[in-house]
């Protein structure tokens, strides 16, 4: 199955991978190690896994304002997600993805989607986010 | 792009103002454009927040800025740092962290910053005024500057605050604006008696239980005193901050444009009324420490955010009040103070005080930042708030949280001992 949703681009940028859903907001200040891309805030419902390389798929961020440090870390040292698909707008992530691109030349393409079309996406579906901030879902299995 | 630029913003994003101004433009036009901001607007000082977490990346940014030639253009002062720039051999950190941490400082103060080091520029160097727009970073700094000194700014995070500074401009939306200064929602103060707000601790209780109720709307606080210090200010918007993402709450009395509740309001009816009880602020209290009652004690933290001279003044009372000369041996005693309160310190007898009782003052950075708590650490015990928030992820250790007389009396027994509150 293959639909498109239509979102806001935030950061805009190409980018594709395999969805990993939250329905939880996180921080990334003490939430997301920039070394490894795994999830590490211990109230969160996917601590313990890995974001990196994936299109990462949560409601908001939260918390301290560090964390667009941590997600500028964890582009640097290639760890953050490919992508991330939020559902409110999130200035703090933003900014960390905005200083990665004019200081490395590359950022995380970020995407808001309306509440609607964002609760549609499901873990493991194949995202490709275009700089217009269509998202392409593809669903294995289902015609 | 839909964000109106004045031609000043155009030459520095045209590079004709050197290539640092015109990475920092660039960025804050595109977050203007992330803020939905139809033009950029003045400040005229900022601070930076952005030279405190210790990361490659976070260096190369700030050196990237100076080695462009960026230059603040508004007076700007530095939050605490990564490291204790004078002292930090003293408390056995890493020669290879050191380093980076002092060409972070380097690039920083290159750009023209003034090197205060301090999470509490509000009670030292360039306090700003009253309506004054401004562009500061550091959660605590951020709420006490609306709501004590009724400066105006947004929460500014790394690395925004450094653009701001270069460029001297923000994008213009959120609570540099009047019409989003209004109050929102309203915390009622019900049946707490008046001395209740003279018992250290009791302004740290009251902010972690605003924190969560305030959300990100602006909050009217109705009901607190209007007799109270600096300190207790401090303490009640670093724990709000922690525990919430508020920055701005109107204290009825207190600050300056909220005179009244009607004047806080300013004809918003407010969308949620909380009345808050001694119980809740009771329960905000006990929710602040994971420790228990009697743990042994290895560890207190005092200033967080930074001490001031005169917390400096109460504890050296404190000190000169207790029945025995020193701390249990096990307890290190460690105060987070930032250099232009403490040079205070050392010209006064309170110095002596803190000699004699061996404590360790830490100046320009805090333990969050600086890997200061070694592992062999378990129990932790303050009088902030902010540091009882955050201490149990960030640090690894169980926090009890008291009053500084509890922290000292405490340090004495070497385990946690504390009174009712």
């Known amino acids: ?143 | 792009m839909s964000v109106s630029l004045s031609d000043s913003d155009r030459q520095m994003l045209d590079g004709r103002r050197g290539e640092g101004a015109k990475m920092a433009m660039s960025i804050l036009v595109r977050m203007a454009e992330v803020y939905e901001a139809e033009e950029l607007m003045d400040v005229s000082q900022a601070h930076i927040d952005g030279c405190g977490l210790m990361s490659e990346a976070g260096l190369e940014f700030a050196e990237a800025l100076a080695s462009k030639g960026a230059r603040v253009a508004v007076p700007t002062t530095l939050n605490m740092g990564p490291l204790d720039l004078q002292n930090w051999r003293e408390f056995g950190i890493p020669e290879e962290f050191a380093a980076g941490a002092i060409r972070q400082a380097a690039a920083y103060e290159r750009m023209g910053c003034v090197p205060t080091w301090t999470c509490a520029p509000y009670q030292g160097y360039l306090t700003p005024r009253f309506g004054q727009q401004i562009a500061w970073g550091e959660s605590n700094a951020i709420l006490y500057a609306n709501s004590v000194l009724g400066a105006r700014t947004n929460r500014y995070g790394d690395y925004i605050d450094i653009c701001a500074a270069i460029t001297g401009r923000v994008p213009k939306c959120g609570l540099h604006l009047d019409e989003n200064r209004k109050g929102q929602i309203l915390l009622r103060l019900v049946d707490v008696e008046e001395e209740y707000w003279n018992e250290d601790g009791s302004h740290a209780a009251l902010g972690h239980l605003i924190g969560p109720l305030a959300e990100d709307k602006v909050a009217v606080l109705d009901g607190m005193p209007p007799h109270v210090s600096d300190d207790q200010l401090k303490a009640l918007c670093a724990a709000a901050a922690s525990s919430g993402a508020v920055a701005l709450l109107h204290i009825v009395g207190v600050t300056p444009e909220a005179k009244t509740l009607e004047e806080a309001f300013r004809g918003n009816t407010p969308r949620r009324v909380v009345e808050l009880t001694r119980a809740d602020l009771a329960a905000a209290l006990a929710d602040l420490s994971t420790a228990s009652e009697g743990d042994p004690l290895d560890l207190v933290v005092l200033g967080c955010p930074h001490f001031s001279f005169s917390e400096f003044s109460q504890l050296a009372e404190l000190l000169n009040g207790q029945s025995a000369e020193a701390f249990d041996p096990r307890v290190e005693f460690v105060v987070i103070s930032g250099r232009a309160s403490f040079s205070l310190v050392q010209r006064s007898e309170i110095m002596q005080v803190l000699n004699a009782w061996g404590v360790r003052v830490t100046l320009d950075t805090c333990p969050f930042h600086t890997p200061m708590v070694g592992p062999n650490v378990k129990v932790l015990m303050t009088n902030s708030g902010k540091c009882a928030y955050y201490a149990p992820g960030e640090l690894g250790v169980r926090v009890a949280f008291g009053s500084m007389a509890d922290c000292v009396r405490s340090a004495v027994e070497g385990r946690v001992c504390r009174k009712e509150l």
């Open chain 1, 1 to 143: 199955m293959r639909k498109h949703l239509n979102g806001r681009p935030i950061v805009r940028g190409r980018a594709e991978g395999i969805a990993m859903v939250s329905r939880q907001p996180l921080g990334f200040w003490g939430g997301y190690s920039p070394t490894s891309g795994q999830i590490i805030d211990q109230r969160h419902e996917r601590c313990g896994e890995f974001a990196a390389g994936k299109v990462f798929v949560f409601p908001r961020g939260k918390g301290s304002s560090t964390g667009s440090a941590i997600l500028l870390q964890s582009i640097k040292a290639g760890c953050a997600p490919a992508a991330i698909i939020n559902s409110n707008t999130d200035p703090i992530l933003a900014l960390g993805s905005i200083v990665a691109d004019e200081l490395y030349g590359k950022s995380v393409p970020i995407v808001v989607l309306g509440e609607e079309a964002f609760s549609t996406i499901e873990e493991g579906d194949r995202l490709t986010v275009d700089e217009n901030g269509q998202v392409q879902v593809d669903r294995p299995g289902c015609k």
